[in-house]
């Protein structure tokens, strides 16, 4: 009685280890399937998410197959199965935790990051060397025709403020508010990513707007079309002893504003 309440223990580890597999690869699949990959991970990694999913989901396959099937020919089996188990943590703890982030992430959708996040990575208009793309400007994209993105990328590689002023620009992107900035003005951003959401940055534009900024909650998602100035403003970012300085900085003039719905993929590359 006793040898048989023992098999049943040692099942039950086997059947925990085949659901926290299953379990994040319906996870992955699920991210795949949803496009929810867009808020995670860069759109080059998304081909290696699927794979793993499907490699998740055979190995699953491939473990019932090692406990229902292969057991009943080989009764040391499963002795060798149970030798060959960790012990960084009791016996079934490490499947059990897999599963339950599973759950969670299939339960939880993830968040899209915001004006907060924003804030405390530091909000800047440069981008790091590697992703300035100069060769994209051969083309000469029209003003109006730039992304935010671009226009940022645009700005890094020629940072002279006073050779875009009367430009026409139409961008997206979520509204930040800077306390430092008079009431009328807006940081319209969004985020990059190199690899995943853990790396992204925010970039972005400063805005002027015709009225206050109060109509515009942050986090926000905004179409602004205007008139590209330069405009004496504090800098984006503030020094350590709380410094301000003032620049002159490039601000999109707004003579059209318009709330849009978050972007199914809010993130650039």
Not at 104 to 117: A, D, E, F, R, Y
């Amino acid at each position: 009685m006793i040898n048989h309440l023992l098999n049943n223990k040692k099942q039950w580890f086997n059947v925990i280890d085949i659901i926290a597999i299953f379990s994040w690869s319906i996870l992955l699949f699920k991210y795949w399937i949803t496009g929810q990959l867009y808020l995670l991970i860069h759109p080059n990694y998304f081909l290696l998410v699927l794979i793993s999913s499907i490699v998740l989901l055979l190995l699953s396959i491939a473990k019932i197959y090692q406990v229902f099937i292969y057991h009943q020919k080989n009764p040391n089996f499963e002795q060798l199965a149970n030798s060959q188990h960790s012990n960084l943590l009791p016996k079934g703890w490490g499947s059990s935790l897999l599963i339950a982030v599973a759950v969670l992430g299939l339960i939880i959708n993830p968040m899209v990051l915001n004006s907060q996040t924003a804030m405390q990575r530091g909000v800047t208009d440069t981008l790091p060397p590697t992703t300035l793309q100069t060769q994209s400007f051969l083309n000469q994209i029209p003003p109006e025709k730039r992304s935010l993105i671009e226009w940022v990328r645009t700005l890094n590689v020629y940072p002279e403020p006073d050779n875009y002023i009367g430009q026409s620009a139409n961008i997206t992107g979520f509204v930040v508010h800077l306390d430092h900035l008079p009431d009328n003005y807006i940081y319209l951003s969004r985020f990059v990513l190199t690899c995943c959401a853990v790396d992204a940055y925010p970039v972005g534009i400063l805005v002027e707007l015709p009225d206050s900024r109060n109509e515009f909650p942050p986090d926000s998602w905004l179409e602004v079309q205007g008139l590209m100035n330069t405009v004496t403003l504090p800098a984006l970012e503030v020094t350590e002893n709380k410094l301000v300085k003032e620049k002159r900085q490039l601000v999109l003039q707004a003579k059209m504003v318009k709330t849009i719905p978050t972007p199914s993929n809010p993130y650039a590359y």
